[in-house]
T-cell receptor
């Protein structure tokens, strides 16, 4: 299957700082990427849909100024958590959609964010 | 709006035995995709199996098979000859067949433990 790389896998930051998470599709072009948040023992919650070259579409209740998404190329999307606070601590996962015909999402390994 | 329900928060099975995980969904769409994803302790989401709603034949992937009942809106996963490596959280997911980005809607998850 297709490979999606997510970096970093774990980041610890101080409250008030910003953190950037990268998501790359390594062997395919991803016109659409997705960002999820997952709390322990819970399901994935979709935060936003990222389309290459256009603004991201955020789910209801997700602060777009807090979670900045950029999808500048067909293989890279970034999520920046701005002015992070302890309540932003969570597991963030990206996925990339391989082609409209297949309609399969491949997932990155996730990023554990801890805000002190 | 579409919803996905997994009514079994936890299940356990003896190694080499067979286990079935339940999933029901609600939608007014006629064309869609259904998926089972596995999330082991590493938290990497792995695609287990995929079913296209217009196909009557149940999908199979080695030891994994589904029982897709479209009228009943049911999509259960059967794992045969369970292995210790099957221990994971399993998520059922729904995707509309459209050109609007392919969002996945996840169920709550079933935590499966395979016991030696």
């Amino acid at each position: 299957g297709a490979v999606v790389s997510q970096h970093p896998s774990w980041v610890i930051c101080k409250s008030g700082t910003s953190v950037k998470i990268e998501c790359r599709s390594l062997d395919f072009q991803a016109t659409t990427m997705f960002w999820y948040r997952q709390f322990p023992k819970q399901s994935l919650m979709l935060m936003a849909t990222s389309n290459e070259g256009s603004k991201a579409t955020y789910e209801q209740g997700v602060e777009k100024d807090k979670f900045l998404i950029n999808h500048a190329s067909l293989t890279l999307s970034t999520l920046t958590v701005t002015s992070a606070h302890p309540e932003d601590s969570s597991f963030y996962i990206c996925s990339a959609r391989e082609g409209a015909a297949k309609n399969i999402q491949y997932f990155g390994a996730g990023t554990r964010l801890s805000v002190l | 709006a579409q919803t996905v329900t997994q009514s079994q928060p936890e299940m356990s099975v003896q190694e080499a035995e067979t286990v079935t995980l339940s999933c029901t969904y609600d939608t007014s769409e006629s064309n869609y995709y259904l998926f089972w994803y596995k999330q082991p302790p590493s938290r990497q989401m792995i695609l287990v199996i995929r079913q296209e709603a217009y196909k009557q034949q149940n999908a199979t992937e080695n030891r994994f098979s589904v029982n897709f009942q479209k009228a009943a809106k049911s999509f259960s996963l059967k794992i045969s000859d369970s292995q210790l490596g099957d221990t994971a959280m399993y998520f059922c997911a729904f995707m509309k067949q459209d050109n609007q980005g392919g969002k996945l809607i996840f169920g709550q998850g079933t935590e499966l433990s395979v016991k030696p």
